[in-house]
């Protein structure tokens, strides 16, 4: 399998949203994490979670939260690359084919929903620099468009912050993570999370492939979208093609290349 890039969360309703990040740091503190020590779906070696929350209590504690964020009607989205393969969007990185691919998501969800919103994203790693080089990729995204769309329903550019700092944030890692784990073929720890996380998927016209969750390329990884969230044609400009595709990769199975 080749290495991939991926990038996602989800998006709440307004009114939502204090009462979300509040209810997420009740559980934590609940299942006893010190304060302000954050939770991801894969916990370093220096984080109290990786040795303080295993085994079914930590999954339990995932599936409270995708259910916190269900309960409160978010939905959500994740756009997955193979590095290797050539870009979707007009971008010369991975890593910002990724992130147009999920603003164009993000903004047919708001229309979707007759509606405008603000997307705030964990601050990358590295120097600031970096940081500032991924902002001014969205902005450009957002004045110019790089795939089908302008996402001009999104208001402003996009906003950054450690995910320490926010638990919704935090939510989103685990949503992305968890959903990339899966793709690529972990089946110990990521089936169960990722079954309740599929629920919140953005879909239309009952189709989750391509719409709330993307891999790219199609050609490659469209049967994924049958095998992992349920889908039983792959549209492609108003043409549909019954899955799984017979002479594809994942014809016969998720786990078979």
């Not at 009740?26 to 979670?49: A, D, I, T, Y």
């Not at 971008?91 to 993000?106: F, H, K, Q, Y």
Request: neutral net charge; glycine residues 8%.
């Amino acid at each position: 399998m080749k290495p991939f890039v991926a990038i996602g969360g989800f998006s709440l309703p307004f009114e939502t949203v204090r009462s979300v990040e509040s209810n997420l740091n009740q559980l934590c503190r609940r299942v006893g994490f010190p304060p302000k020590e954050p939770f991801k779906w894969s916990p370093g070696r220096n984080q109290w979670m990786r040795e303080g929350l295993v085994g079914e209590q930590r999954k339990q504690f995932f599936f409270n939260v995708v259910d916190l964020l269900e309960s409160a009607g978010a939905t959500a989205f994740v756009a997955i690359s193979d590095t290797q393969s050539r870009k979707a969007t007009k971008v010369s990185t991975p890593e910002g084919d990724v992130a147009n691919m999920i603003l164009e998501r993000i903004h047919l969800h708001l229309v979707h929903e007759g509606t405008e919103g603000l997307v705030i994203a964990d601050r990358p790693g590295g120097s600031r620099l970096e940081e500032e080089k991924f902002l001014l990729s969205c902005l450009e995204m957002m004045q110019e468009g790089a795939g089908y769309v302008v996402p001009d329903k999104v208001c402003i550019n996009v906003v950054s912050s450690p995910a320490k700092f926010i638990r919704l944030l935090q939510a989103a890692d685990m949503v992305v993570s968890c959903t990339l784990s899966r793709v690529a073929g972990e089946f110990t720890h990521a089936p169960p999370v990722f079954e309740k996380i599929r629920r919140i998927f953005f879909s239309d016209s009952g189709r989750i492939g391509g719409i709330g969750l993307k891999l790219h390329p199609d050609f490659n990884y469209a049967n994924l979208y049958h095998w992992l969230v349920g889908d039983d044609t792959l549209w492609r400009f108003n043409v549909g093609a019954r899955l799984p595709l017979p002479n594809r990769p994942y014809a016969n199975s998720p786990d078979v290349y």
